[in-house]
């Protein structure tokens, strides 16, 4: 877990080009998801563990399986037929990584939510590309102050307005390959902004 969410937030917000709430959540999930991998090849009570908990959901099963090797893969898979209830009416996932993230995520939100009590760093988010609508939208969910409301609102369309003559500028192109490497960019930066996080992990 990170120590200083204040700090993480403001970094990743300056550093990269993307929801920084997103780019924390990924690096977060990436790094369970590596030490989760070296525990399950080396320690038969993690593996239990998580058999107990029906392994992972659809979406962590991809990745495990992208970053596991295919021994540890099938040492985790062999663990859930033999010590899982999955041939019952019980059975149920509950994906610890899942569970992880949705207790990160919703301290990152608070933690933004109150970074934008701050002048200085309104200033400094309002020149960043922002939020992606995902995380945008719980904050407005839990924002109380209607003018507080209203500014992400018009800063979020202002962030959209600054991208969008670059985007436009990649259609008049002859070829995509034409197009410098940073505005080629801004495509994946508009998609995450749009769908959250999970782009990161195509």
């Not at 080396?42 to 992972?56: D, M």
């Not at 701050?118 to 922002?130: I, Q, V, Y």
């Amino acid at each position: 877990m990170y120590n200083d969410l204040r700090k993480e937030i403001t970094d990743k917000m300056e550093q990269e080009q993307i929801c920084s709430l997103c780019s924390l959540l990924t690096e977060y999930e990436f790094d369970f998801l590596s030490r989760l991998q070296y525990e399950i090849a080396n320690n038969r009570e993690i593996r239990s563990e998580i058999a107990s908990e029906g392994g992972f959901c659809g979406f962590h099963y991809r990745q495990f399986k992208k970053i596991a090797s295919g021994r540890t893969n099938a040492l985790l898979l062999k663990t859930i037929m033999e010590e899982s209830a999955f041939d019952s009416e019980e059975f149920k996932i509950n994906c610890r990584i899942c569970q992880a993230n949705d207790k990160l995520e919703d301290e990152l939100v608070g933690k933004e939510l109150e970074l934008l009590q701050d002048n200085a760093f309104m200033e400094r988010f309002s020149l960043s590309t922002g939020l992606c609508f995902e995380h945008l939208h719980e904050i407005l969910r839990r924002q109380t102050d209607s003018e507080k409301k209203k500014w992400l609102i018009k800063t979020n369309q202002m962030q959209i307005n600054r991208i969008f003559p670059d985007i436009e500028s990649i259609l008049n192109a002859k070829s995509f390959y034409e197009v410098p490497r940073e505005k080629r960019h801004l495509i994946s930066v508009m998609v995450l902004k749009l769908s959250g996080r999970r782009t990161l992990g195509l």
